[in-house]
């Protein structure tokens, strides 16, 4: 599916810029994850619209430089293990990977690094930083290749390169086969937003505000002619939220360790990608990972079984102290 508008993308792009471009393709019967192709999309046909703007040079100076009037650009796709491994590649002009890394050094783009292909790499993905003076349509301002790799790293893949000047560029995405998914229910407290894994919730309720009462330091609700004990999400990240007088709340395990852990509101359930948080500085418990809900919105996936046993010790510790 990645492959299949690809053509059409080189064929009108050729048609534009006066330019004869030929396309190669194999492994197009790579099997990925559907969500892996949707998150691929738009980042290989941005390389392949570099391919032929950036990479390919028009006929005549490619027969001045002894190569033929038509330009290749390939595709290619195969898995090792489990990783996908996604190629972009051109036999055109090349990078002059000194003169880029030496002109994002200047507009303070990266620091002092190595001239090597991974400086070459972080220079053309910089935010904002361009190979050109005046933007196309094909390459833009400098902000594509920072989305390319961005959108690389989320799904736990690597971007490199390698150009030799005069004879092509090679892009090379190693992406993961599949990816963490997750059904999950969208909630708010507040005016922020959670995901919450559904495996993890036995039962959702609407609970009228009143019905919450207050015994010695807790919280409880009526459920099924007993009680459960209560966790404000609210509370447990410090939220100022406003009064509502009806809540929702998100049944955590069963029987006596059962809890209802409280939201202000479900705004519905969807299959989400799960993005693992990897900076161990970043790294908190009760925090699963993130997700970007297609709206451009990141939104951090709660582990509610950590929470509520983080919670219970801090009560525990809270009580003792007391």
């Known amino acids: 599916e990645i492959f299949r508008r690809m053509p059409f993308v080189i064929r009108d792009l050729a048609r534009d810029d006066g330019k004869r ?46 190569k033929p009037p038509e330009g290749t650009i390939r595709l290619a796709a195969s898995t090792a293990g489990e990783m996908v491994l996604l190629e972009v590649s051109d036999d055109g002009r090349g990078m002059d990977a000194a003169g880029i890394i030496s002109r994002a050094r200047a507009a303070g783009a990266i620091g002092e690094t190595d001239d090597d292909a991974a400086s070459l790499l972080d220079a053309i993905c910089a935010p904002g930083f361009s190979t050109r003076d005046e933007a196309d349509r094909a ?36 992406l993961p086969l599949t990816l963490a998914i997750t059904d999950a229910l969208i ?72 809890v209802a852990v409280i939201v202000d509101r479900i705004t519905g359930q969807r299959e989400v990608v ?29 582990d509610l079984v950590r929470l509520v046993r983080a919670s219970r010790d801090r009560s525990l510790t809270a009580g003792a102290a007391g």
Not at 46 to 61: C, F, K, M
Not at 147 to 153: I, K
Not at 194 to 209: G, I, L
Request: glycine share 12%.
């Open 139 to 174: 390459s833009g301002r400098g902000i594509g290749m920072a989305v390319v790799r961005d959108a690389v790293q989320e799904v736990g893949g690597t971007l490199s390169l390698d150009t030799v000047r005069g004879r092509g560029t090679t892009f090379r995405a190693r």
């Open 21 to 66: 471009v030929r396309l190669e393709m194999s492994g197009q019967g790579t099997e990925v994850d559907k969500f892996l192709i949707e998150q691929m999309m738009d980042p290989v046909l941005h390389l392949v619209r570099n391919a032929v703007s950036h990479g390919i040079e028009p006929p005549d100076e490619r027969i001045a430089a002894g």
């Open 274 to 302: 799960v993005k693992a948080v990897r900076d161990p500085l970043l790294k908190v418990p009760g925090v699963s990972g993130a997700t970007e809900l297609g709206d451009g919105r990141l939104v951090l996936i709660l």
């Open 187 to 258: 909630v708010q407290v507040g005016t922020h937003v959670f995901a919450v894994p559904q495996s993890a919730v036995f039962e959702v309720r609407e609970v009228d505000a009143t019905a919450v009462r207050a015994v010695e330091r807790n919280e409880l609700i009526p459920h099924r002619g007993g009680t459960l004990p209560v966790i404000r999400l609210a509370t447990l990240f410090g939220i100022d939220v406003p009064a509502r007088l009806r809540l929702h709340a998100l049944v955590v395990g069963i029987g006596t360790s059962a």
